[in-house]
């Protein structure tokens, strides 16, 4: 794997990088802290950088521990299963700060296919165009690697260029997986357990019976083994903002996260916490959710379709449910679909099948999460 060009630059210590929007230069930063923004509006949302005044030494620090902060982001965390097969099949030590996790994404050009911000080094002469991992990413040399934890081969090595491994040293979450050709496109296996497939299969299924847009999961095998598959929703065209990032975006810019989040799109905010409450999904923190932004303008549009079910059935004793983690208000689970329910109403659109359940323990109490939103939707 040929990584030379950043490598080499990073080797001799770093001058200016400059952060890219497709073709578009964004902003610079100097190894002192000093920057320059050429284009505001098409900042990161969750990258915040300063000019600084007076050669102001706090203001400098900020600059670099934001830079680094972004660009750690973009590599999977060290929680990942087979993070240290990922990274050790790449060359890269097992970074412990931003600063070491920044110099990993800067290797590959900090590139993703969540979206299309990459970094470039002022002694680099290369195009988006020649980087885009929608156009020229994954052969499958990586799969292995990613989705089993193996080490590469010495052929499949020779086969594997950065931006084969950007696509899964970018992708976050801690389950295994892997992105794949498709024809023209792109899939994610992914695989866990027996039971977080299954729980994730169930749940899309699930999902899909009510007026939400959500992702589709459907089961594939990789080496004989049952994983979850489902299409890339991100392109050149449009990108994907996690939580997080408007998390930081609000904060910067002194707006509340909450009633920021439901100006923008209260329908598809309120139907996440009913299928989460139905389903039992106990992980929809701030890096399973987030806006789609049209990249022409870099404005955000609508929350992009409900995705992230692996750990869907858990905490599923209880007809109350866990802790609604999308808003900070102490919520339970089932407090936050009622409220869903009272805000835009059911919208179950299909039947759903006691023979879809293989558990018995799930059949019960999705049935009886169920009816109790169902009575508080007759009460309306």
């Known amino acids: 794997m040929d990584f030379s060009v950043n490598n080499a630059a990073l080797a001799k210590g770093w001058k200016r990088f400059s952060v890219m929007h497709r073709e578009r230069k964004v902003a610079s930063i100097r190894e002192d802290g000093t920057c320059t923004i050429y284009y505001p509006s098409f900042m990161p949302y969750s990258l915040w950088l300063e000019k600084v005044e007076n050669s102001d030494l706090d203001t400098r620090l ?13 590599v999977l965390t060290r929680d990942r299963q087979y993070a240290k097969e990922i990274l050790n099949s790449i060359g890269a030590k097992q ?11 800067i290797s590959y050009h900090a590139l993703s296919l969540t979206d299309v911000y990459w970094v470039r080094s002022d002694r680099e002469d290369v ?7 929608y156009r020229h990413s994954l052969s499958g040399a990586f799969s292995d690697v990613s989705l089993r934890g193996r080490a590469l081969t010495a052929q499949n090595a020779e086969l594997v260029t950065p931006s084969d491994v950007a696509g899964d040293v970018g992708t976050q979450g801690v389950a295994p997986k892997a992105w794949i050709r498709d024809g023209d496109s792109f899939c994610l296996l992914k695989d866990g357990d027996e039971r977080d497939v299954k729980a994730e299969l169930l749940a899309s299924k699930i999902a899909r019976c009510f007026k939400v847009e959500s992702v589709l999961y459907e089961p594939a095998r990789f080496e004989g083994v049952d994983v979850s ?14 939580m997080e990032a408007v998390d930081v975006y609000c904060a910067n810019h002194d707006l509340d996260r909450d009633i920021f989040v439901l100006k923008k799109d209260a329908y598809s905010y309120h139907m996440m916490n009913l299928i989460d409450y139905l389903v039992g999904n106990t992980d929809r923190h701030w890096g399973n959710w987030g806006f789609f932004v049209d990249n022409r303008t870099n404005r955000l549009r609508k929350l992009h379709p409900l995705m992230d079910f692996n750990k869907a059935f858990l905490s599923y004793d209880t007809l109350e449910g866990a802790r609604c983690q999308t808003n900070a208000k102490k919520q339970s689970q089932l407090d936050a679909a009622i409220e869903a329910v009272r805000q835009v109403g059911l919208n179950q659109i299909e039947e759903i099948q006691e023979s879809w359940f293989s558990e018995p323990g799930w059949r019960e109490m999705f049935f009886r999460r169920l009816s109790a939103v169902r009575k508080a939707a007759e009460t309306l």
């Open 95 to 105: 970074a412990v700060t931003d600063r070491d996790r920044a110099m990993i994404a």
């Open 62 to 74: 900020n600059n670099l521990n934001n830079f680094y902060y972004w660009c750690s982001s973009r």
């Open 127 to 133: 195009r988006f165009s020649d980087l885009s991992l």
């Open 229 to 242: 598959k489902s299409r890339i929703i991100t392109s050149e065209e449009h990108s994907l903002v996690p």
